[in-house]
């Protein structure tokens, strides 16, 4: 049974980079990716909690590194795809989370929005999904929103990002899927993250969230990595162009 665990599951010789990776669901992903056997490449804009991640990762024997990068700004997302060759796997965890009411939103947070969380990982996937394709395989992950399909909260530039994300997530596995690419998207519930403090900061709405969710219960970071790791594996090798919601059942409540 092990044997064909590894088989079907198993991330040695891999190479994954992760962005996002230093805190919440991106954080979860890269570490579970390590544990299956990948090597790790983090990118995030603050080296001190990428160094941990690392250290967690060395902690049971796997290899990690890290690149420096502010994702809503192009030079720095080019910088990021000189730095290593394409890798076989692209996690797009990455993501800025403004929003204020739509009536408040700038031009810059619509700018800066658009720019991480949907110009970045179109550019990265650009970069490196013709490589993976002439080599015959890679798998393209993007995180995406329960906000992609339906409005709450002030959506917003965010909700938009992100369903022009599930939209690339399609097209990207359209154009490279023949090609032993697929690319599949995640949709989380509500997952008490960094990102997320503002909403968990109530304690009154993160409990009308939970009571929503079929589980009885939000989202952590920790639900996602073998998910991750699936969509990441030779068992997935015909999962392409789909949503995953891991979500506890938020969406069809």
Same mark, same amino acid.
């Given at each position: 049974?092990?044997a064909y665990l590894? !088989?079907?599951? =198993?991330?040695?010789g891999?190479t ?6 230093s805190s919440g %669901?991106g954080?979860?992903?890269?570490v579970a990716l390590?544990?299956a056997?990948a090597?790790?490449?983090l ?5 001190e909690?990428?160094a941990?991640v690392?250290e967690?990762?060395?902690g049971?024997?796997a290899e ?8 809503a700004?192009?030079a720095a997302?080019?910088q990021?795809? !000189?730095?290593?060759e394409?890798p076989? %796997?692209?996690?797009?965890s ?10 408040e ?6 700018d ?8 970045? /990982?179109?550019?990265l996937?650009?970069?490196f999904?013709p ?7 890679g798998r393209?992950?993007?995180i995406? !929103?329960q906000?992609?399909f339906?409005?709450?909260g002030?959506?917003g530039?965010? =909700?938009?990002s992100?369903a022009?994300?599930?939209g690339l997530?399609? !097209?990207q596995a359209?154009?490279?899927s ?6 599949n998207?995640?949709a /989380? =519930?509500v997952?008490?993250t *960094?990102l997320?403090e503002?909403?968990f900061?109530d304690p009154a ?7 929503r ?7 952590? *970071?920790?639900?996602?990595?073998a998910?991750?790791v699936f ?6 090798v015909a999962v392409t162009?789909?949503t995953?919601?891991?979500d506890? =059942?938020?969406?069809?409540?």
């Amino acid at each position: 049974m092990t044997a064909y665990l590894e !088989s079907l599951f =198993g991330l040695d010789g891999r190479t994954a980079m992760v962005t996002g990776g230093s805190s919440g %669901i991106g954080r979860a992903i890269a570490v579970a990716l390590g544990q299956a056997g990948a090597r790790v490449i983090l990118v995030a804009r603050r080296p001190e909690p990428m160094a941990e991640v690392i250290e967690e990762l060395r902690g049971f024997g796997a290899e990690g590194h890290a690149i420096s990068a502010d994702l809503a700004d192009r030079a720095a997302v080019k910088q990021v795809v !000189s730095a290593y060759e394409a890798p076989d %796997i692209l996690v797009n965890s990455a993501a800025v989370n403004r929003r204020p009411p739509l009536g408040e939103l700038t031009e810059d947070d619509w700018d800066v929005t658009m720019a991480a969380n949907l110009t970045a /990982p179109f550019l990265l996937g650009q970069a490196f999904g013709p490589r993976m394709a002439d080599r015959g395989w890679g798998r393209i992950i993007n995180i995406v !929103s329960q906000q992609a399909f339906r409005a709450y909260g002030n959506s917003g530039a965010y =909700g938009a990002s992100k369903a022009g994300l599930v939209g690339l997530t399609r !097209s990207q596995a359209e154009a490279w899927s023949a090609h032993g690419v697929c690319c599949n998207a995640i949709a /989380p =519930g509500v997952v008490h993250t *960094p990102l997320t403090e503002p909403v968990f900061a109530d304690p009154a709405i993160a409990a009308k969230h939970a009571a929503r969710a079929m589980i009885g219960r939000n989202g952590v *970071p920790a639900d996602f990595g073998a998910c991750a790791v699936f969509l990441a594996s030779d068992a997935a090798v015909a999962v392409t162009g789909q949503t995953l919601f891991v979500d506890g =059942g938020y969406s069809a409540s």
